[in-house]
């Protein structure tokens, strides 16, 4: 008796399964939210391109310089501490004799997983007592890639004065990384030393 109600119970199972599966034969499956279409890539950039960032000074020193320590050992600092970054902690200012500037510029960018993200870029300058650039870096703070440093940029055009709504394009920021040694930083952006109305 107990063979005969087990048997039925597993006919019962597998006719629900077959009417299922064979009602769903021939629908579209929808994604599900976490799986992000393809974004496009070209216009993504165009868009931050024609737009540009607002680079906004959330810091400023006097008697201060880069840390060039921390700067030129990035990619080997962070190898060893085998952890995620503060990216941050590397533009942060030292003692020293020149003024010191830390701008922030937030834009949208492809994340690893293909979804549209916000992403922080970090511009310093070191500028003398009128406000002549001496150096310059920027970097996305939530960079990812292995070397970390393939996002790194620093000033090649330097002895421009830095004033206010200033063009990011005219310090023309090259990249540092070895095998894209001299790449020009392909951003606009507007730099703003007072509080942005």
């Known amino acids: 008796m107990k063979n005969k109600g087990f048997s039925t ?11 299922c599966n064979s009602s769903l034969l021939g629908k ?9 279409s393809e974004p496009n890539y070209d216009s993504l950039q165009m868009e931050n391109r024609r737009i ?3 680079y906004l000074v959330v810091d400023s020193s006097y008697n201060s310089d ?9 990619d080997s600092l962070i190898e060893a ?5 503060d990216a941050e902690r590397f533009f942060l200012p030292v003692a020293g004799k020149y003024k010191y500037y830390r701008f922030k510029a937030r834009f949208k ?10 992403f922080n870029d970090i511009l310093i300058i070191k500028t003398d007592s009128v406000n002549t650039i001496i150096d310059a870096y920027q970097y996305t703070l939530e960079w990812a890639e ?7 940029y620093r000033i090649s055009n330097k002895g421009e004065r830095l004033v206010d709504k200033l063009n990011v394009d005219s310090l023309e920021m090259k990249k540092i990384a070895d095998y894209e040694n001299g790449k020009l930083l392909d951003d606009k952006g507007i730099i ?3 509080p942005k109305k």
């Open 192 to 194: 703003y030393l007072k």
């Open 146 to 152: 292995y070397p970390f440093t393939t996002d790194l």
């Open 109 to 118: 960018g492809v994340s690893y997983d293909n979804s549209l993200k916000d």
């Open 28 to 36: 579209k499956v929808d994604k599900l939210d976490w799986m992000h």
């Open 52 to 54: 540009g960032k607002n």
């Open 9 to 19: 119970c597993i006919i019962f199972i597998a006719a629900v399964l077959f009417s």
């Open 81 to 85: 501490s085998r952890k995620w970054p």
């Open 66 to 74: 880069f840390n060039y320590n921390l700067l030129n050992a990035m």
